[in-house]
């Protein structure tokens, strides 16, 4: 036992990128949380610019400093979620490691916790106190629209549901943990869709600031991914996200197929049998690519070798799943008199969910 007081706080700070921002934001929480018992925790995702590095240096010598550093994996919702679930401490903050955030509101959310009757406190850009700094008219917009759309998810009243800078007690986040999708950019979306009652929030205003190091991570793979965390919460326990995104896939692949095959076969009068051929090489690769882009974006296979034999097994898989929607298809048009619109879409139901078990084992398998 050491005389130290118990943990009061952690502030899970999740980085990728950020080498030039740690120590800046180490030092602010220092002088902030003074009087508090604090560690913080940088989850990071094997940043190219060595933050873990920085990161480990740092708490070389502070030991309320506390490195996470996840090998082949990238997700801020994710990295945020085992940050907080690694903490003894009996509250848990989450702020960004780029100093966008205003650290100086963590004493309050603190108080305004322990004060009972809130289960989250959250720092809003868009209420009393609150700005967005410097944004354009088309970043506000942007992030208007997406604000709109997660009230179709979203069970309670916040001015900045996108906001990534809150705090809630760490007891109240391990019970929701396993409900959590953990896909995106939107952890605090995730959070209040999580919880079968409507949680208690409070709002304190802060200014947005803007960033001075490195550079932000918002993109349309992240706009992508938060559509897809919106879909997860509607329709994921029907039809799960993934299989979702692979017909999808699927589907695009037959408009590709039907392009080359009327390309070959009507304009180039190039004979049937060998433009199908090759319709359906096209077709099966730019699925593969696809899927390996989007589907399977958090087990991307990546390097020549990797992606040869990830092809290939991708062919021989669609190769067998052809056979087997061609199967089932024909038995149930010759043997159970099922009229032929039927039997070929449950020909092709089989095949997909063939396709989709086999090569998210053995394409994509770990
Ligand atoms: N570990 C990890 N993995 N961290 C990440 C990743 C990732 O894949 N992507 C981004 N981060 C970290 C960044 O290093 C930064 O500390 C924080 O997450 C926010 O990322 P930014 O790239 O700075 O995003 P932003 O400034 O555009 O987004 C901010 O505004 C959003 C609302 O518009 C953040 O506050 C978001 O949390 C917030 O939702
Ligand atoms: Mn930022």
Redesign the pocket.
Known sequence: MSGDPPLALAVV??????AG?VATLIARLDVVLAGIAWEAII???A?PDG?AAVARRLALTDRRVRVIE?IG????S???IEGMLSTAAPYVA?????L??DESLLPRMLGRLKEGGVDLVVGT?FAEGGGTGEWDRD?LAK?RF?AGLSTIVLKAELS?P????FMIEAEALRALAPRLSGIG????LDIMTAAPQPLRVAELGYV?RE?TE?????DHV?ALEYLIALYEKLFGRIVPVRFALFASVGAAGILVHFAVLTAMFEGLTIAFAASQAVATMVAMTFNFWLNNLFTYRDRRLRGARALLRGWISFCLVCGLGALANIGVAAFLFEYRNMLWGVSALAGVLVGAVWNFALSSRFTWGR
């Open positions: 700070v999740p980085t990728f990128n950020e921002n989850v990071d995702d940043s933050t996840r994996r990238r997700g801020l994710s990295a945020c989450v702020i960004d490691g780029d966008q955030h850009r970043r992030s997406a900045d996108m906001s990534g800078f950019f939107k952890i605090l947005f960033r490195g550079e932000s991570k918002l992240v």
